[in-house]
């Protein structure tokens, strides 16, 4: 008996360094593209005023940005994410739960399910992680988040980061 139980914590703990793992390579994926995004949309504003900024300062002004907000954005997005994902799962394993009309079909069916609920996820998080940053701190934080075109490229983002945690997910779990 208590063999089963060292197996059955063994096996929690995997799973919860599975998930951990899931969430950073997601947080990781997520936070470059927006954090890239964000520098070039300031750049662009800058551009659009007169500034001259040359490619290989552009690209450098990335890398600048990347360790600059890594320790703010970075953190900020990985809750983001802990939080939506968490609940991305147990819809996922409710959308598992309901039966296809096929039964065949089920697992072709409820992978893609679960993909796209992983993907709208990640772009709800981010979106409402920018929209409520907005009246706690009286400031977009993120500059290249203001208005909507920063919203959206934000979000897609956050969509592009949840749609990897469900493709890692549906790889190194049993259930995704």
């Not at 599975?18 to 997601?26: A, G």
């Not at 890239?36 to 300031?42: D, F, K, M, N």
């Not at 290989?56 to 983001?80: A, C, M, Q």
């Not at 919203?151 to 790889?171: D, N, Y």
Request: zero cysteines.
């Amino acid at each position: 008996m208590e063999i089963n139980t060292n197996n059955h914590q063994r096996t929690k703990l995997v799973r919860f360094g599975l998930f951990i793992f899931q969430l950073l390579i997601t947080t990781i994926v997520t936070f470059i593209i927006a954090s890239a995004l964000h520098t070039q949309s300031v750049l662009s504003g800058l551009i659009s005023v007169g500034a001259e900024i040359p490619l290989g300062l552009r690209i450098e002004t990335v890398f600048v940005d990347f360790v600059g907000l890594l320790p703010t954005y970075g953190s900020i997005v990985f809750v983001g994410m802990l939080i939506a994902m968490t609940v991305a799962i147990l819809i996922a394993k409710k959308i598992q739960a309901t039966p296809p009309e096929h039964a065949t079909e089920m697992p072709q069916k409820n992978r893609k399910s679960a993909l796209w609920v992983y993907t709208l996820a990640g772009a709800v998080a981010m979106f409402t992680l920018l929209a409520a940053m907005h009246p706690i701190l009286n400031v977009s934080i993120i500059a290249g988040a203001r208005g909507f075109t920063g919203l959206l490229t934000q979000s897609i983002a956050g969509a592009i980061g949840g749609a990897v945690f469900g493709l890692i997910r549906s790889r190194t779990n049993k259930y995704s």
